[in-house]
């Protein structure tokens, strides 16, 4: 018996090569891995500096997680590699573990989302509001930029605090020691960065400004900082694999960080994804995306890479210059390997100013920042969930942004569920509302008869509210009537509810009875036995139904 391999896990590279891989195809996606490939080459290195390690080591990742993402990812032009949203975490984690505990943590991070792959979780997206991902999006793009003001102006790094504050301070104190050179050689790479798009599109910006300005210094021997006089020189090639060794004692305080950037890696290879599907009018397999996202994050730790997952910027460079399959970010992953192997040495010339102008550009295009003050109209709930996530960002913790915009997110939705869901008397017959299959003229209520309606999810935040209304009701009926033809969905809660108010009813020798049970509610109440404690006999699908067994009991004498 063959073996089928799960749809929604079959890579699409795979999917390509069933339907057919043409010549004209080939030479498309090898010239834009080719551009996409340049374009990731300073990036890369400037990640892997500004996430506290060395500079290949931001290279390695793109090379080997970047194959990984394409070979085995759901989409037909996702590109991968290290990016700016890994930055805070991973600078944090190198800082208080060391590498051995990021590699650690990047391990867990993969086993994460491949078991959220095989959980089917791929559409988790959905469910991370909108808010929460600006919010800590824009957080992150103000810390980038601010971790480089250090070499954009030259300025000494030993003893450079790590807190944003402190590191406000600290830039603030020693702005008298400004470096000209520095300031000026990162200058002119924002400048040519943006602007190069006007002479020409092919050749991409940050490569232009990375020569010129290393061309620069070299010829004229500036006093600058550079990849080699802070880090030595960059080998000429990928390292052979092995995992560094940690202390398996560090591996509840790793759960944390390790969960973060399992969570930050879907998120935003998700997102790609989806911006990706957009421009070129396909489709994605989220879940084969969360594979290979895991697969990728599992394998680099041993080429000691850092945290890789699907890159917009590069994704959409790969878009804009044809690439159409996942060949095209296969060839990337090549042209960076033979980059590195031809002309890897060197990269140690490289000022260290320029990688700050680039990775500045990068915080600015990250930061959404018209996006984030378009949501600052939003309803006050939204604006919350959007300044604490920011401010959580920049002043404490990735980690704990991402927690508390979750959880404030998800509390400020159960509010406005409860909100909306409305508990109603229903008093006489013009309170009548037929539904389908009901009669179209009003029913008379039998007296000793109360009917109460709910509308919306009938959860924990409405029980209350339910049990209140009945309460504050001062008739003593024979017979309470709860229709519930508008609930379609109701919680533990909301069934201890239901429980409750049957048994004060019963001890007052009342009846409760239930119409128009939707199928969710219904299969809740069958399995937590509610149906038994409120007796089968006494629900009814039709409230005309429940309507004529409350005659039928008040006709009964008590």
């Not at 802070?230 to 305080?253: K, Q």
């Not at 049990?467 to 508008?486: A, G, K, N, W, Y």
């Amino acid at each position: 018996m063959r073996f089928k391999f799960p749809e929604d896990l079959t890579p699409k590279l795979v999917t390509v090569l069933r339907e057919g891989y043409s010549r004209r195809d080939l030479s498309r996606d090898v010239l834009a891995g080719l551009v996409v490939g340049i374009v990731a080459l300073p990036l890369s290195i400037a990640f892997g500096i500004a996430s506290g390690v060395r500079p290949e080591q931001g290279l390695f990742t793109a090379i080997i997680a970047g194959f990984i993402i394409s070979a085995l990812g759901g989409s037909r032009v996702q590109v991968g590699g290290p990016t700016g949203a890994f930055v805070v975490i991973v600078a944090g984690i190198v800082a208080k573990f060391g590498y051995a505990g990021l590699a650690a943590a990047t391990v867990m991070a993969g086993a994460l989302l491949v078991a959220m792959s095989l959980a089917r979780l791929g559409n988790i997206i959905r469910f991370i509001p909108y808010p929460v991902i600006i919010g800590f999006t824009s957080g992150i793009a103000i810390i980038i930029g601010m971790g480089q003001i250090g070499d954009a102006m030259g300025l000494p790094v030993a003893g450079m605090p790590t807190h944003f504050l402190a590191k406000c301070l600290y830039f603030a104190q020693h702005i008298p020691q400004t470096s000209l050179v520095a300031a000026g050689i990162c200058l002119a790479t924002v400048l040519i960065t943006q602007q190069w798009s006007r002479v020409s599109r092919r050749i991409p910006g940050p490569l232009v400004a990375l020569l010129v300005t290393t061309i620069a210094a070299r010829i004229w021997s500036l006093p600058i900082d550079t990849i080699g006089s802070r880090f030595g020189d960059v080998p000429t090639g990928l390292p052979h694999p092995s995992l560094p060794r940690f202390d398996f004692a560090m591996m509840p305080a790793l759960f944390s960080p390790a969960l973060s950037i399992a969570l930050l890696g879907a998120i935003e290879s998700l997102l790609s994804a989806m911006v990706a599907d957009g421009m070129i009018g396909g489709r994605n397999r989220a879940n084969a995306e969360l594979m290979s996202q895991g697969v990728a994050n599992l394998v680099v730790p041993f080429f000691g890479g850092i945290p890789a997952t699907g890159a917009i910027a590069r994704t959409a460079t790969n878009v804009k210059n044809g690439g159409r399959t996942p060949v095209a970010g296969i060839v990337h992953a090549i042209t960076l390997l033979a980059i590195l192997m031809v002309a890897g040495r060197w990269a140690s010339y490289i000022p260290l100013a320029t990688l700050a102008g680039i990775l500045l550009v990068v915080a600015y295009n990250m930061s959404e920042w018209r996006v984030f003050i378009q949501l600052l109209r939003s309803p006050r709930s939204d604006v919350l969930v959007l300044v604490s996530t920011f401010a959580l960002t920049v002043l404490v913790d990735l980690n704990v942004a991402i927690q508390v915009g979750m959880v404030l997110s998800s509390v400020l939705l159960m509010m406005r569920m409860a909100e909306v869901t409305q508990v109603r008397a229903v008093r006489d017959a013009l309170d009548y509302e037929a539904a389908p299959g009901d009669p179209t003229t009003p029913i008379d209520l039998p007296p000793q008869v109360a009917v109460f309606e709910i509308n919306g999810t009938f959860c924990f935040g409405a029980a209350r509210s339910f049990t209140e209304t009945l309460q504050s009701d001062r008739r003593r009926p024979r017979v309470v009537i709860l229709r519930m033809r508008h609930v379609m969905a109701i919680d533990a809660t909301g069934l201890h509810a239901l429980e409750d108010v049957h048994g004060r009813l019963r001890s007052q020798g009342a009846t409760l009875l239930l119409a128009g049970v939707h199928a969710q509610p219904l299969v809740a109440m069958t399995r937590a036995r509610t149906v038994e404690i409120i007796g089968l006999d006494n629900m009814f699908s039709t409230y005309p139904d429940a309507v004529a067994r409350a005659a039928e009991i008040v006709a009964t004498p008590a």
